[in-house]
T-cell receptor, first 109, second 115 residues
Framework: GNSVTQMEGPVTLSEEAFLTINCTYTATGYPSLFWYVQYPGEGLQLLLKATKADDKGSNKGFEATYRKETTSFHLEKGSVQVSDSAVYFCALVGNQFYFGTGTSLTVIP | EPEVTQTPSHQVTQMGQEVILRCVPISNHLYFYWYRQILGQKVEFLVSFYNNEISEKSEIFDDQFSVERPDGSNFTLKIRSTKLEDSAMYFC?????????????FGDGTRLSIL
C-alpha cells in the first residue's frame, strides 16, 4: 500500500541555518510527491511538488528532489528564516492523498 | 486567489450530539474531500465526493459520518452521535481534477472539540 514516513520533530534551528526534513515513501507505481506547510492556526498550503523521478520541486527557497532509487523526497532550504516556523507535511497521491505525520520546525532569531 | 472556506473555525459540542461542518469549495472545482487531523497525529483521508456521490472513503468514514452537497456551493460533513475521539481538526479540500492531476486546495480547518 501507499505510505509516507517523515523524520520526527520537533526541529529547532537558528536563523540562516540549513534545513533538511527527511521523507521516504512506499507506493505502487510512480506517484506524485508533495510538500505541504501548515502555519500556526492555518490550514494546509501546497509548498512544492514533483510528478516524476528526478524532478525537483522548488518554492520560497525550499527544494525537494524526487529520488526513485531511494524512494525519498527530502525537503531542504539553505537559509531558514523565523517566518519558516511551521509544520511541514510530506505527501504522495494515489487515488487520495497520503500524508506523513508532519515535522514541526521552529526557527529562532 | 480563490480559497476554500470552512465554518465554523471552532466547534464545541457535547458528546452524543450531532455536528455539521461546512465548507465552500472553490467555485469551478468538481472534486471535494474531507480530511481529519487528530492533535499530534497525521492528516487522515476521510472521503472524496464527485458528481453528487461518494467516490472514495476510508475505514474511518463509517455510518456515523455523512456528506452532502445541499446546494451549488456548500459541501458539508455531518457527524452523528459524536464521541470524544472525534475531537480533531477537520479539513475540507477541493480540486479541479482527481487527486494526482491537480493539487488539492485546503481550507483552514474546523477545530472540533467534543466534551
Amino acid at each position: 500500500g501507499n505510505s509516507v514516513t517523515q523524520m520526527e520533530g520537533p526541529v529547532t534551528l537558528s536563523e540562516e541555518a540549513f534545513l533538511t526534513i527527511n521523507c521516504t515513501y512506499t507506493a505502487t507505481g510512480y506517484p506524485s510527491l508533495f510538500w505541504y506547510v501548515q502555519y500556526p492556526g492555518e490550514g494546509l498550503q501546497l509548498l512544492l511538488k514533483a510528478t516524476k523521478a528526478d524532478d525537483k520541486g522548488s518554492n520560497k527557497g525550499f527544494e525537494a528532489t524526487y529520488r526513485k532509487e531511494t524512494t525519498s523526497f527530502h525537503l531542504e532550504k539553505g537559509s531558514v528564516q523565523v517566518s519558516d516556523s511551521a509544520v511541514y507535511f510530506c505527501a504522495l497521491v494515489g487515488n487520495q492523498f497520503y500524508f506523513g505525520t508532519g515535522t514541526s520546525l521552529t526557527v529562532i532569531p | 486567489e480563490p480559497e476554500v472556506t470552512q465554518t465554523p473555525s471552532h466547534q464545541v459540542t457535547q458528546m452524543g450530539q450531532e455536528v455539521i461542518l461546512r465548507c465552500v469549495p472553490i467555485s469551478n472545482h468538481l472534486y471535494f474531500y474531507w480530511y481529519r487531523q487528530i492533535l499530534g497525529q497525521k492528516v487522515e483521508f476521510l472521503v472524496s465526493f464527485y458528481n453528487n456521490e461518494i467516490s472514495e472513503k476510508s475505514e474511518i468514514f463509517d455510518d456515523q459520518f455523512s456528506v452532502e452537497r445541499p446546494d451549488g456551493s456548500n459541501f458539508t460533513l455531518k457527524i452523528r452521535s459524536t464521541k470524544l475521539e472525534d475531537s480533531a481538526m477537520y479539513f475540507c479540500a477541493s480540486s479541479v481534477d482527481r487527486a494526482g492531476n491537480q493539487p488539492q486546495h485546503f481550507g483552514d480547518g474546523t477545530r472540533l472539540s467534543i466534551l
